[in-house]
């Protein structure tokens, strides 16, 4: 499942713009990257207020199989944390582009996003690994 409303990096985040205008953009992993990690049982994401740099690290989730660390597709400031992720980390896997989003952001530059992979660039990337 690959969400054609999203960009993607070689990481496997995703960022969905939500309000242009306002530049407030979703973030999360995709389902690749889930599938891969098996069962989520533990994430750490940035706060409220705090400032994410484009593929800097910005967290970690933590599995079953591993501990795995997470990086921001774009800059900006972190608005709001999904924190029903605190207490059903499991909404990652059984949904990776909806309630198990990670973080809301105003991003800084809405250029960035000219650098990550569409949808079926993604789809190709994952499917030469």
Not at 98 to 110: C, H, P
């Amino acid at each position: 499942m690959i969400s054609d409303v999203c960009k993607y990096t070689q990481e496997h985040e995703w960022v969905k713009v939500e309000n242009i205008e306002s530049a407030e953009a979703l973030i999360g992993i995709t389902d690749y990257a889930q599938d891969q990690l098996g069962d989520i049982v533990y994430l750490e994401l940035p706060k409220s207020g705090s400032v994410v740099k484009q593929l800097d690290k910005m967290g970690e989730v933590e599995s079953v199989k591993a501990v795995s660390d997470l990086f921001s597709p774009i800059s900006g400031n972190v608005i709001e944390s999904n924190t029903e992720l605190n207490d059903h980390p499991e909404l990652v896997n059984e949904d990776p582009f909806g309630q198990g989003w990670l973080i809301r952001v105003t991003m800084s530059s809405v250029n960035e996003l000219d650098g990550l992979m569409s949808a079926s660039d993604y789809q190709s990337y994952i499917d030469g690994l």
